[in-house]
């Protein structure tokens, strides 16, 4: 059987082989902390499981318009341009199953076969699967490691601008470093989208996992708002990882594009579960607040018991649900070479599953030093104490 030669350049989600890893271990009665994926395991609010069972009820199950129902493009219009400090109306929005497919109609509706894309490396692995996949060139920008956190190398990524640079793929709330934007590091990134004439995607899957203070989004600085089309997922704020439901908001005249790409991928996104969402977009709030809230209480839990690990130094990251500890000195007192060593020691030797920095774009090769991501969104705060105590015990083993 002979397929396509462009499916060699096809990734995948890598984190998800690592949770078939950590599924195998536990389906030999081994127990098993998932720190490895960034699934939720909250409730959906209820308000929100109401309304999508109201909407099958009432008959929401066909057909609807490719670009989504006109009520729930109306309000995420609303909502993101109030968060984000710009005007859209219904007209500048598509809903999308998800917002993975954001990506991949993104690509296809703004590059041409052997143009270059800027992508953030280490980063979500479906920019660079999808830009090779689409024929494009996968260019990486990468982060250096400051005492707060993480920041992008802006001389380094315009260094490697060509005349054939026609995007730039950004995330800021980053996974999976968690890495926030300092407003001068994004007004820079605006200030080189423009003079360099570069299509923007803002990755905002994040925007709304924020701790403290008010997010903010590239796309509110000067010259940005007909440049930039964001990603948006109702997934994390309302704990829908499953339900696959997200956004394009943007241009007109892209997002009439992305309209036409979803005619042909898949007609239109679920219909009841778009009424859904409009519940949860204008309905109670308590939900949301309470995600946030427990996801917080995490993220304080698990920074303290990682911290008390003898080599680790992490500062506490303002957002998303990911840390991604420096642990460089583990693998020396190891003896290892390779992460995977670590990551299987791990898991075989006390059950903890995270991923690694290798699971997040192909590594550079000035890259030294060692990290690895966890998630605690999955995980319950007895599971975060129980797991981290036993990864700490074994980590300062020599």
């Known amino acids: 059987m002979k397929f396509s030669s462009q499916l060699n350049k096809l990734g995948t989600e890598t984190a998800f082989a690592v949770s078939a890893q950590a599924a195998n271990w536990a389906a030999k009665g081994n127990k098993v902390y998932p720190f490895h994926l960034g699934d939720i395991n909250l409730p959906t609010p209820q308000n929100i499981v109401d309304a999508a069972a109201k909407a099958i009820a009432n008959g929401k199950t066909g057909y609807c318009p490719a670009a989504g129902i006109p009520q729930l493009r109306e309000?995420?219009?609303?909502?993101?341009?109030?968060?984000?400090?710009?005007?859209?109306?219904?007209?500048?929005?598509?809903?999308?199953?998800?917002?993975?497919?954001?990506?991949?109609?993104?690509?296809?509706?703004?590059?041409?076969?052997?143009?270059?894309?800027?992508?953030?490396?280490?980063?979500?692995?479906?920019?660079?699967?999808?830009?090779?996949?689409?024929g494009g060139i996968a260019v990486p920008y990468s982060y250096s490691q400051t005492d707060s956190g993480f920041a992008i190398d802006i001389e380094k990524l315009e260094a490697s601008i060509t005349d054939k640079t026609t995007i730039l793929i950004y995330n800021n709330y980053q996974n999976p470093i968690s890495a926030a934007s300092s407003v001068d590091e994004m007004e820079a990134l605006a200030k080189l989208a423009v003079k360099h004439d570069l299509w923007v995607l803002a990755d905002d899957?994040?925007?709304?996992?924020?701790?403290?203070?008010?997010?903010?989004?590239?796309?509110?600085?000067?010259?940005?708002?007909d440049r930039t089309v964001?990603?948006?997922t109702f997934s994390k704020k309302f704990a829908m990882t499953g339900w696959r439901l997200g956004g394009a908001i943007g241009p007109k005249a892209v997002i009439d594009v992305i309209g036409k790409l979803n005619t042909n991928a898949e007609s239109c996104s679920n219909h009841f579960i778009q009424w859904a969402m409009v519940e949860a977009m204008t309905g109670d709030m308590s939900g949301p607040r309470g995600i946030l809230a427990e996801l917080k209480h995490r993220r304080d839990v698990a920074v303290a018991h990682l911290n008390e690990i003898d080599g680790i130094n992490l500062p506490l990251p303002d957002s998303t649900f990911y840390l991604f500890p420096n642990v460089?000195?583990?693998?020396?007192?190891?003896?290892?070479t390779e992460l995977s060593q670590l990551q299987d020691g791990a898991l075989y030797n006390t059950g903890v599953s995270f991923c690694t920095r290798n699971h997040f774009g192909r590594p550079m090769p000035d890259e030294t030093e060692f990290f690895i991501r966890f998630a605690y969104s999955g995980i319950n705060i007895d599971e975060i104490k129980e797991g981290l105590g036993k990864l700490k015990t074994w980590f300062e083993l020599k």
């Open 205 to 225: 899957a994040y925007y709304e996992i924020r701790y403290s203070g008010e997010p903010k989004s590239i796309v509110s600085f000067p010259g940005m708002r």
């Open 230 to 232: 964001i990603l948006y």
């Open 75 to 134: 309000i995420l219009s609303k909502d993101v341009g109030k968060t984000r400090g710009v005007e859209y109306s219904a007209e500048n929005v598509a809903i999308q199953p998800g917002g993975k497919p954001v990506i991949g109609k993104f690509i296809a509706a703004l590059m041409n076969k052997g143009d270059e894309v800027l992508y953030p490396n280490p980063g979500y692995p479906i920019y660079e699967s999808q830009i090779e996949f689409q």
């Open 328 to 336: 460089t000195a583990i693998m020396k007192r190891k003896g290892y």
